[in-house]
């Protein structure tokens, strides 16, 4: 009998096709990550981050499901830091944040708005001269 090269896929045995959400004892259950695990997880990746019944119940969708089964896998294999773990998962489930928009041009970008919606005020004639 040859080993498996990758553990399991953990929604194998669900009905993938029937079930979009998990509770947090189902999402343990099916990756073997224990509740605090996956508490601790939700801090270190802001990429997981489970949802809210109107109860307060939590739960994740099966996307978060297969992410977390990886991220175990990866911290399992004790060849990755946290932050190596976040960019492989980020690559692999085409999670990456977007860049953020330096300061400078946010503002350069704000002031060309206020200026050009100045401009369709004055066009409308609501427009005040200011007096100096």
């Given at each position: 009998m040859s080993k498996n090269a990758s553990?399991?896929?953990?929604?194998?045995?669900?009905?993938?096709?029937?079930?979009?959400?998990?509770?947090?004892?189902?999402?343990?259950?099916?990756?073997?990550?224990?509740a605090a695990t996956l508490?601790?997880?939700?801090?270190?990746?802001?990429?997981?981050?489970?949802?809210?019944?109107?109860s307060g119940e939590k739960f994740f969708r099966r996307q978060d499901v297969a992410v977390i089964g990886r991220i175990r896998e990866l911290a399992a294999s004790n060849t990755l830091t946290k932050a190596g773990i976040k960019r492989r998962v980020e690559e692999e489930f085409g999670l990456a944040?977007?860049?953020?928009?330096?300061?400078?041009?946010?503002?350069?970008?704000?002031?060309?708005?206020?200026?050009?919606?100045?401009?369709i005020v004055s066009s409308l004639g609501g427009g005040r001269k200011k007096r100096a």
């Open positions: 553990p399991p896929n953990p929604l194998k045995d669900e009905k993938p096709k029937d079930k979009l959400v998990f509770k947090v004892d189902e999402v343990c259950r099916l990756t073997g990550v224990d508490a601790a997880w939700e801090e270190d990746f802001p990429f997981l981050s489970a949802g809210l019944t109107g944040p977007a860049h953020a928009v330096p300061p400078e041009k946010l503002r350069k970008a704000l002031s060309n708005v206020r200026d050009e919606l100045q401009e």
